[in-house]
């Protein structure tokens, strides 16, 4: 309740004469506010931040403003719905293996940010992180990138969390036994013990 308090979430309550807090109605509702508000995990796009001024704004008792912003937290909480609901869309269908045809065309990064209606930054955060799905690596990038352990890592736990069948990763379980060998066999080469 101190950490509550401190923070703005809810009014600092009057005190008896022997030092207890008195709690009315009002710090309960604020204080059941503020807990559902903060109890959703993934806030993105300053969500969490706009919440945390609706409900500062309510214990200033500044009504007012936090009907405010409410309603400009739920026009961008609709938002936010809409695309992830086009999000799942979008994964069903490439699931589904509708149009599967990619076209042979070469974009820029600000061709390919605008295709996909995202910021260039957002674009080079999906980069620089390895954020790129592999499907949409170019053939021979995928190639390479199939030599590296972290990618067959990555093949065997997707297909086990879409209960894919087991021959699909007997590729990947070869691979990475083949990666191991051969690491193991030069670390024993080169390593030295002295």
């Given at each position: 309740?101190?950490?509550?308090?401190?923070?703005?979430?809810?009014?600092k309550?009057?005190?008896?004469?022997?030092?207890?807090?008195?709690?009315?109605?009002?710090?309960?509702?604020?204080?059941?506010?503020?807990?559902?508000?903060?109890?959703?995990?993934v806030?993105?796009?300053?969500?969490r931040?706009?919440?945390?001024?609706?409900?500062?704004?309510?214990?200033?008792?500044?009504?007012?403003?936090?009907?405010?912003?409410?309603?400009?937290?739920?026009?961008?909480?609709?938002?936010?719905?809409?695309?992830?609901e086009?999000?799942?869309?979008?994964?069903e269908?490439?699931?589904?293996?509708?149009?599967?045809?990619?076209?042979?065309?070469?974009?820029?990064?600000?061709?390919?940010?605008?295709?996909?209606?995202?910021?260039m930054?957002?674009?080079?955060?999906?980069?620089?992180?390895g954020?790129?799905?592999?499907?949409?690596?170019?053939?021979?990038?995928q190639?390479?990138?199939?030599?590296?352990?972290?990618?067959?890592?990555?093949?065997?736990?997707?297909a086990?969390s879409?209960?894919m069948?087991?021959?699909?990763?007997?590729?990947?379980?070869?691979?990475?036994?083949?990666?191991?060998?051969?690491?193991?066999?030069?670390?024993?080469?080169?390593?030295?013990?002295?």
């Amino acid at each position: 309740m101190r950490l509550y308090e401190e923070l703005g979430l809810i009014p600092k309550p009057e005190r008896r004469a022997n030092g207890y807090r008195v709690f009315r109605d009002f710090h309960v509702e604020q204080l059941k506010l503020a807990r559902t508000a903060l109890k959703v995990e993934v806030l993105q796009n300053g969500l969490r931040k706009q919440a945390i001024e609706i409900i500062k704004a309510s214990c200033a008792l500044n009504f007012t403003r936090a009907i405010h912003l409410t309603e400009h937290y739920i026009e961008q909480l609709t938002r936010e719905q809409r695309n992830a609901e086009e999000a799942i869309a979008i994964t069903e269908k490439l699931l589904s293996g509708e149009n599967q045809e990619l076209s042979s065309a070469i974009l820029t990064r600000k061709e390919t940010a605008d295709l996909l209606q995202i910021s260039m930054d957002a674009l080079r955060n999906w980069e620089m992180n390895g954020t790129l799905p592999y499907e949409v690596m170019p053939a021979a990038l995928q190639k390479a990138a199939s030599l590296l352990p972290l990618t067959q890592g990555i093949k065997m736990l997707k297909a086990a969390s879409l209960g894919m069948p087991m021959e699909s990763v007997i590729l990947p379980v070869v691979i990475m036994f083949v990666l191991i060998v051969i690491c193991v066999g030069i670390s024993l080469r080169l390593f030295k013990w002295e």
